[in-house]
């Protein structure tokens, strides 16, 4: 597990863009922590890393549920899963039909797939420290998340 203390947005957005320089399709991300810990924020640095165009802009997707933007070599789904009231509603939004070989999957409020056991290469947990700084920490599984996380300068 590795752990960084964010001072700014612009660390955390850092961090996203870091990963999204580095990580190799297919590859599934779960963001937890409390609201405005900084996962969307994570998320759009994480756009920039993969080369989403700059004129879209990244929301938290929370009334669509999944955004998914094109990037350079692969596709940034981006699920924010807080309004979700059942595993079984993932079914309707078509969750099912999202994965694919180019698919960087990234997850706000990834309870109820957890629930289902979906695997996560890796997890990603934001807190507040006291000064309102976010820690950051990262829970790489499997082979995929240890070696895209040992590549990231920290
Ligand atoms: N160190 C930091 N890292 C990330 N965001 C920060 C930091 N410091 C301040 N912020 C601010 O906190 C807010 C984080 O909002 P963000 O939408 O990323 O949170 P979220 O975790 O996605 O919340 P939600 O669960 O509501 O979707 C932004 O306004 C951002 O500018
Ligand atoms: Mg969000």
Redesign the pocket.
Known sequence: MKKII????????DLGKQIGKTVSSPFAIA?R????????????GLAKGLGVDDNYYI??P?FNIINEYPAKETRLCHL?L?RLGSADELEYIGFDDLGGPDAVIVV??PGFLEEMQFEFDLEIK?EFDTD???V?SLFPSGHKGVNLVSKLFL
């Open positions: 964010s001072h700014a947005a612009e660390q955390t957005l963001l922590g409390d609201l405005g810990a900084g996962k969307t924020t994570l998320v759009q929301t938290s929370t924010d807080y706000e409020w934001f309102y700084n976010r950051i």
